[in-house]
């Protein structure tokens, strides 16, 4: 009974806590592809898909919460039991700018049509005119991570997923001993996910390509990039695995942004 009084506490705080998306935050999160497209630098956060849900209440639009909500009951399958981020991993500030997960493929798109509305009409100053965000297709996401490199394996040069002080370079399924790099500084026994803004970024300027959470993409049924919860295989930017479209706690996204109008 008390968790779920702290449940719903947690619930009406953020409520209150997110507001709206911020442009200017999104202008700076866009890293260039191409001349008309560009990425997120980060996967997206529970923040931002906080306030995503919160409008959508605002706007009475409760068939799209409900398509769109957060399964936070997944935290504790077996394979990734954590029964405090039951309560705590979507709502407490402490978490604020962890990946979002335990959403819909659905909720994903709904996440990116509600994005473009809001970004197109909006009067603050924009980066661009008109956009369209969304998932990218396999081929935009691959591109995206291999970052001007044909060649390359990993969102990061060399074959290596260490570095030369034998550090970890990304989060992925790893030994207790392990250290993370996380906002500038190294980090010991990370358990699950970190931070959206982790790690190093690639040639592109983006992070977390390869773990942390694997990433939906246009064609429905994919995942790409691997998570925590995976081995290093699943980093190798062209490998992929079957998703069902449905809450895992180990699968995000993040947007990328066609350009219409500049």
Known sequence: MRNVFLLLFSVLLSISAFGQFNVKDINESLAKINDTLYASKYEVSNKLYMSFLNSLRLERKLNLVSMAQIDSLKWIDKLSYNPPYVVYYHTHPGYYNFPVVNISYEGAKLFCEWLTEHYNSSQNRKKFKQVLFRLPTEKEWISAAKAGDSSAIYPWKGNALRNKKGQVLYN????????????????????????????????????????????????????????????????????????????????????FVEVIEK
């Open 172 to 255: 992925f399924k790893r030994q207790l001993k392990d250290t993370l790099w996380i906002n500038g500084k190294f980090v010991e026994n990370m358990d699950v996910t970190a931070p959206v803004k982790s790690y190093w970024e690639n040639e592109f300027g983006l992070y977390n390509m390869s773990g942390n959470v694997a990433e939906m993409i246009k064609e429905k049924g994919i995942v790409k990039g691997g998570s925590w919860i995976d081995d290093s295989e699943f980093l190798k930017i062209m490998n992929k695995y079957s998703y069902d479209g449905k809450p895992k706690p180990f699968v995000g996204f993040r947007y």
